[in-house]
């Protein structure tokens, strides 16, 4: 098993520009979430689903898009990328809940100039 | 509102040697309390996972304690390697389902 596969692993855009972060994992886990990682700070939640063709809001959820039209696909999508939301992106999923054990991607490191 | 605070924020060992971090938490209701590892450019890793009722739980060099009732949990890692340079996250769930996350302890291990 792969995992949890996060692509790209470095990402710089411009001011404006839109991007697609994909996560793809073939444990067939329910549940799946995307947080941001910036410095000092601990990791935050932006949009998660627990199940295909559900999704629901996180914490910081302003400037991105989720959709889940598979069990094994969770991509993210910023729709104009600004320079607040330069950050490290992980994608995680367990099982059913996040009561149980979060297996996470590499991360994607995203730089908005 | 639900925190977590992990301290040190970082810290230098030397190879061999033990060292402990601390998780201090406000969430309620508690669900359980977990310890990730995160090496450099890669995504954490659990170590541990705690429930109420669990004061211990050992994950090879690594032991984890849970005291519920001061919301205080510690990371302890025994014989310090290079392989343990990492940032070392506390994570606690409430009973929705909700994740709080600290802010990590970086850990540098030095020959």
């Known amino acids: 098993n792969a995992g949890v596969t996060q692509t790209p692993k470095f990402q710089v855009l411009k001011t404006g520009q839109s991007m697609t972060l994909q996560c793809a994992q073939d444990?067939?886990?329910?549940?799946m979430s995307w947080y941001r990682q910036d410095p000092g700070m601990g990791l935050r939640l932006i949009h998660y689903?627990?199940?295909?063709?559900?999704?629901d809001q996180g914490e910081v959820p302003n400037g991105y898009n989720v959709s889940r039209s598979t069990t094994e696909d969770f991509p993210l999508r910023l729709l104009s990328a600004a320079p607040s939301q330069t950050s490290v992106y992980f994608c995680?999923?367990?099982?059913?809940?996040?009561?149980?054990?979060?297996?996470f991607g590499s991360g994607t490191q995203l730089s908005v100039l | 509102k639900n925190q977590v605070e992990q301290s040190p924020q970082s810290l230098i060992i030397l190879e061999g040697k033990n060292c402990t971090l601390q998780c201090n938490y406000t969430v309620s209701p508690f669900s359980n309390l977990r310890w990730y590892k995160q090496d450099t450019g890669r995504g954490p890793v659990s170590l541990t996972i705690?429930?109420?009722?669990?004061n211990t739980k050992s994950n090879g060099r690594y032991t984890a304690t849970l005291d519920a009732d001061t919301k205080q949990s510690s990371l302890h890692i025994t014989a310090s390697q290079l392989s343990d340079s990492a940032s070392y996250i506390c994570?606690?769930?409430?009973?929705?389902?909700?994740?709080?996350f600290g802010a990590g302890t970086t850990v540098t291990v030095r020959a």
């Open positions: 705690m429930t109420f009722s669990e």
């Open positions: 689903s627990v199940g295909a063709g559900i999704t």
């Open positions: 444990m067939n886990h329910e549940y």
């Open positions: 995680a999923s367990s099982w059913t809940t996040t009561n149980e054990k979060l297996f």
């Open positions: 994570v606690v769930s409430s009973n929705d389902y909700k994740l709080s």
